[in-house]
Nanobody, 120 residues
Framework: VQLVESGGGLVQAGESLRLSCEAS????????MGWYRQAPGKQRELVAH???????NYADSVRGRFTVSRDNAENMLYLQMSSLKPEDTAVYYC???????????????WGQGTLVTVSS
């Protein structure tokens, strides 16, 4: 099972950006999919996650500005980020929990990350 993020880049404060994560590998189902981020010198933190049934949860720092969504049929995860701030600068990681394939089960999988830089 592989998770591949895309969509990161350099934007100015106040602008928007959309991240995508594609999960591949004969996947049958995924429990929770989420986005985490890690800024330089800081610990990795949850940004937002969404369950297979569509229930969402957001960090207080992004609630109202970011929207997480997923396409279960395509095994895709998205993060629409608006009103970006310099403090949103981080490497953003895609995470999948309880991944079931045709032959295996994975408790969690991570992508390699995509860098988001917000200039002031």
């Amino acid at each position: 099972v592989q998770l591949v993020e895309s969509g990161g880049g350099l934007v100015q404060a106040g602008e928007s950006l959309r991240l995508s994560c594609e999960a591949s590998g004969s996947i049958v189902s995924i429990g929770i999919m989420g986005w985490y981020r890690q800024a330089p010198g800081k610990q990795r933190e949850l940004v937002a996650h969404v369950t297979s049934s569509g229930n969402t949860n957001y960090a207080d720092s992004v609630r109202g500005r970011f929207t997480v969504s997923r396409d279960n049929a395509e095994n895709m995860l998205y993060l629409q980020m608006s009103s970006l701030k310099p403090e949103d600068t981080a490497v953003y990681y895609c995470n999948a929990v309880a991944v079931r394939t045709r032959t295996s089960f994975y408790s969690a999988r991570w992508g390699q990350g995509t860098l988001v830089t917000v200039s002031s």
